[in-house]
């Protein structure tokens, strides 16, 4: 075992380069208007070597989302990205972002004209599945509306997440949850929910929520009804948890002043998530992408 490579390496624009040759354009069109697109994916140690979860799916989003601001994007292009990029750093448990953004070339909202750039940042991480149970706050914040801004990793939409992030922490809370004029759940700044009553595993629907890919395989594995919940409902079941790639399963702690208890469900899907992430459950192998 190598462990870590010495110069770390990032993915920029088709070819490798170490992290400190590199620099980006101060008038950088996505740093100003936030014309970006992200994702963020976890690779794992598994038996086998490291492999990636649900690799696929993840360029699958980030294409519809760069096909949205005008650019062109290769998923398997992509793919070979994260690859290489995991395999110079010698990583095995990653986090990984890809990133798609116009660059320089003046001050005005069209796109047109701007270089099309591309990068692949990995970052060795420590699994934290079912860590700290996180607090959480309710969002004086909306989510940004589907049809205002489509729930797709842009980079400028995440000034919402931001902007809850900074009112929960201030608020004493973890987490921020984003609730509709109508009094229905959409998710947490980074993560999607889900609700279990009476050993019953619900799946929280919205159409401003991201389409999460770690919700997706919760809800495979699981069976889990889905469907749209009121945060009345959120608070009345017997457990809550958040669920995303960089999260992977939270049990939720609190949501205002309502506790849960010792979240049994949440922890015993949390266990199953880990041993489907590393390969040793039988709907693994059609998710894992080996390095
Ligand atoms: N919602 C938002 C707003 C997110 O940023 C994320 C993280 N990508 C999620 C939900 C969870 O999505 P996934 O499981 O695909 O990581």
């Known amino acids: 075992d190598a462990g870590p490579a010495a110069r770390p390496q990032l993915w920029f624009d088709g ?19 936030g014309s970006g697109v992200f994702e963020g994916i976890r690779a794992y140690a598994t038996a086998d070597g490291a492999a990636v979860f649900r690799l696929p ?81 309710v969002s004086s914040w909306r989510r940004n509306p589907a049809d205002s801004l489509p729930p797709l990793k842009l980079c400028g939409a995440y000034v919402n997440s931001i902007l809850a992030k900074r009112e929960s922490k201030a608020r004493g809370f973890d987490e921020a949850l984003f609730v509709d004029r109508d009094g229905y759940v959409v998710e947490c700044t980074g993560a999607n929910l889900f609700a279990v009553s009476g050993g019953r595993v619900t799946a929280v629907e919205h159409r401003d929520a991201l389409p999460g890919i770690t919700r997706d395989t919760l809800i495979a594995l ?57 390969g040793h459950e039988s709907a693994s192998a059609a998710w894992l992408t080996p390095v």
């Not at 070819?15 to 208007?33: F, I």
């Not at 699994?127 to 607090?135: F, I, N």
């Not at 309502?258 to 015993?268: A, F, K, L, Q």
């Open 15 to 33: 070819a490798l380069a170490d992290v400190e040759t590199l620099q980006a354009d101060l008038t950088t069109h996505a740093m100003h208007y």
């Open 57 to 137: 799916e993840h360029m699958e989003r980030m294409r519809r989302g760069a096909v949205l601001l005008g650019m062109d994007f290769d998923v398997d292009a992509a793919i070979e990205a994260v690859l290489a990029t995991l395999r110079a750093n010698r990583h095995r448990d990653a986090y990984i972002r890809p990133l798609a953004w116009f660059g320089a070339g003046g001050f005005g909202l069209d796109v047109e004209g701007h270089p099309q750039h591309m990068m692949v940042s990995t970052t060795a991480t420590r699994v934290h599945l079912c860590g700290a149970r996180a607090t959480v706050g």
């Open 222 to 278: 699981t069976g889990a009804e889905v469907r749209p919940l009121t945060l009345e409902e959120l608070l009345a079941a017997d457990e809550v948890f958040a669920c995303g790639t960089a999260a992977e399963l939270a049990p939720i702690a609190r949501i205002e002043d309502r506790g849960y208890g010792d979240n049994p469900v949440s922890r015993e899907l949390a266990a199953l998530y880990g041993r489907v992430i590393r």
